[in-house]
């Protein structure tokens, strides 16, 4: 079978802020991906860029008097040094602002004009008259219509947690300058992807393009209805690329950063001499996009559609992860678990977080739990005290001999750890890193007992057993190489290390299937050391911003404020609490609704057919988008209660206060939708 071409992208880093452990999820994912294909053979290329364009960076740089451009360099250079520092390794990198990205999305946008999909309509948002710009809700601030509180932002209250829009403000005034927003209309360009809506029901539920419980998402969200216009203009001044035929305004940075994968890819084909067509028209290449679940609507509706109109390669398959959490929470800032990749590195060999997201990244959109003391135990246990071990308590007594002529009898556990190869390939193929680690440990465990059984240590103080202590030692290493053969797309750097202790440098997969005899061995040096607690705490306590001062002062404000204003209900009895059906619901779809301050439309499904329609008061507290395709808890047997806005059929399970103090509850990993909570 001849080399699979393959063209594997991540999603963009946005260029306004630094890069962190949890932006590092998917960069490793996709690293891990690419490695194993040129291990098998297979033409990977990996292409990446920075996120440059919108409000955030012009914000950002007229408050730092600075050119966007120059922020745009800096943050390029501290994304790709953080990159380098966990292995992380692109074929090229570059970013949305640049000559081709903009050549090809006129390219497209005239395709996309041709194909008669862009609509006009006006929009009506607050401007500000001084900076001359239209302002985002956040940008605008004034007086709560409900509370009175001064200095509150365009979309809630802190104080009350009242939800509203910049309009019903008092004394609204811009962020900006200080200024009086005043209400503009201005015309928008939307993209009616709606005329595309057969072929993308075809696509999605295509086979091998889309994860099953994507596929079934975005058919029971989306495609169930006319797919509504989108809005793919925004009016100067904007950061971006003006609209050549609809001057004075700029596309939306969803329609340039994607099209910043061709562009990333046509900069490295000049460079290298490559044939562009070859890789983004043509049926001989497979495209693989790897993404967060946040981004599931632009990747699987919008991006299909803008490159099928195009005529540019529609990706074969589009991956998607779960977020990052650090100890069951989302990652804090006062709890040092927002951690830069940059600090990370400066303290921690990043062959440590590679191996840990390996141990627990699988082929669903499941979110990935660091748990420090896991974390530290895992590291330890397996990369220490399994892998590593091996070639520790063998490698010093081949020194001297090298190893065997000829491969000595181990009881099958080579052929029997060469046979597994295939297996652990499909898990790194089918993106199941947690199971193809678990593969290969349970390879580590039985080379170690064989070394425990031989007593390498023991042999070599005993006359005579000179040829026994080498063959045991060629037996150990060849386990050792072969496990580490599996986890070269994890851990390149231990492979490499491995290559140049026993001369022979791992290139293949397929050198997992024939052991390795007659090589001298060089002296051995430390390949990996046990975490260093130490320096794993420097880490948190250096991402701590506004930290309390003890664990004792948290919970004698924070905890018992909460129990305070809020006190414990009445008991129960066991009766009255079974009577409430709580169940595992995934939100299918999360809209706004017209006229609701504080209210989200949500469709939960219950598993199979099984749906419910929620409203929910947490419109101060999340972004529809943020919902989408998230597990949460709901009470399913919940009379239903007639509103203003439609039936509600449920409800949410959150806690908190209120207002923009709501924190949805989610149950762990491994739940799934219709299991009932108990």
Same mark, same amino acid.
């Given at each position: 079978m001849s080399p699979r071409r393959i063209l594997v992208t991540s999603a963009l880093p946005y260029a306004n802020g630094h890069l962190h452990i949890g932006h590092m999820v998917e960069h490793i994912q996709t690293d891990i991906w690419a490695r194993f294909q040129r291990l098998r053979g297979?033409?990977? *290329? &990996?292409?990446?860029?920075?996120?440059?364009?919108?409000?955030?960076?012009? *914000?950002?740089?007229?408050?730092?008097?600075?050119r966007e451009e120059d922020i745009l360099t800096e943050m390029n250079a501290a994304h790709q040094r953080d990159l380098q520092a966990f292995d992380v390794a692109y074929d090229h990198y570059s970013s949305t602002h640049t000559e081709t990205n903009r050549e090809l999305c006129h390219e497209i946008w005239a395709a996309i004009r041709k194909a008669d999909l862009v609509a006009e309509r006006e929009v009506t948002q607050l401007y500000d008259p001084v900076e001359g710009t239209f302002l985002a809700d956040r940008f605008v601030k004034g007086t709560c219509p409900r509370c009175g509180s001064p200095d509150q932002y365009g979309d809630n209250c802190d104080n009350c947690g009242a939800t509203y829009t910049p309009a019903d403000l008092i004394d609204p005034v811009s962020a900006l300058s200080g200024a009086t927003p005043e209400p503009r209309t201005a015309q928008h360009l939307f993209i009616q992807i709606s005329k595309l809506q057969e072929w993308l029901e075809t696509w999605t539920q295509e086979e091998g393009n889309l994860q099953e419980e994507v596929a079934n998402y975005l058919k029971g969200a989306f495609l169930g209805e006319p797919l509504w216009d989108w809005d793919i203009s925004r009016p100067a001044p904007y950061f971006g690329?003006? *609209?050549?035929?609809a001057p004075g305004n700029y596309w939306y940075v969803w329609f340039d950063a994607p099209i910043g994968y061709i562009a990333t890819t046509k900069e490295w084909c000049a460079e290298h001499g490559e044939d562009f067509d070859s890789w983004w028209r043509s049926d001989d290449v497979e495209i693989r996009h790897f993404i967060g679940k946040d981004i599931i609507y632009f990747h699987c509706l919008f991006w299909p559609a803008m490159v099928k109109t195009a005529g540019?390669?529609?990706p074969d398959r589009v991956q998607i992860h779960g977020f990052l959490t650090v100890n069951g929470e989302k990652m804090s800032k006062s709890k040092g678990t927002f951690i830069r990749a940059s600090t990370y590195a400066e303290h921690l060999d990043a062959q440590y977080l590679r191996y840990y997201y390996a141990s627990k990244l699988t082929d669903t959109l499941a979110d990935l739990d660091l748990v420090i003391d896991d974390f530290v135990a895992k590291v330890n246990s397996d990369l220490v005290g399994k892998v590593v071990n091996l070639a520790s308590r063998t490698a010093k007594f081949a020194k &001297?001999?090298?190893?065997?002529?000829t491969y000595p009898e181990d009881g099958g556990l080579f052929a029997d750890a060469a046979k597994e190869g295939e297996a652990i390939a499909a898990d790194y193929e089918s993106c199941n890193y947690r199971r193809a680690m678990q593969r290969i440990m349970a390879?580590?465990?039985?080379a170690n007992e064989y070394v425990e059984e031989q007593q390498p240590w023991a042999l070599k103080k005993q006359e005579g057993k000179e040829q026994q202590l080498q063959d045991v030692c060629t037996v150990a290493l060849n386990l050792f190489r072969q496990i580490v053969v599996y986890l070269t797309p994890v851990l390149p750097r231990l492979s490499e290390k491995v290559g140049a202790l026993l001369?022979?440098? *791992?290139?293949?997969? &397929?050198?997992?299937?024939t052991p390795l005899t007659g090589t001298s061995v060089a002296k051995f040096k430390h390949l990996l050391t046990r975490v260093d607690t130490d320096e794993l705490a420097k880490i948190i306590e250096e991402s701590k911003e506004e930290a309390p001062a003890s664990v004792d002062a948290l919970a004698s404000t924070d905890d018992d404020a909460a129990l305070k204003a809020e006190p414990l209900a009445e008991e129960c009895t066991f009766d009255d609490f079974t009577k409430v059906d709580l169940r595992v619901a995934r939100v299918l779809k999360a809209e706004h609704v017209e006229g609701a301050k504080k209210l989200l439309k949500l469709t939960l499904g219950l598993g199979g057919d099984e749906t419910r329609t929620v409203f929910a008061g947490i419109k101060a507290a999340y972004e529809p988008e943020a919902l989408e395709g998230r597990l949460v808890v709901c009470v399913a047997n919940l009379a239903p209660r007639k509103m203003k806005f439609g039936l509600s059929e449920g409800m949410v399970v959150a806690a908190g206060p209120g207002g923009s103090d709501i924190f949805v509850l989610s149950p762990d990993d491994g739940a799934v939708p219709g299991q009932r909570v108990h």
């Open positions: 297979n033409r990977c *290329i &990996a292409m990446c860029a920075d996120d440059t364009h919108g409000t955030a960076t012009m *914000i950002r740089a007229r408050q730092e008097g600075r690329f003006e *609209i050549p035929d540019f390669t529609v &001297a001999s090298g190893l065997s002529a390879l580590a465990d039985r001369n022979t440098p *791992i290139e293949d997969w &397929a050198e997992a299937q």
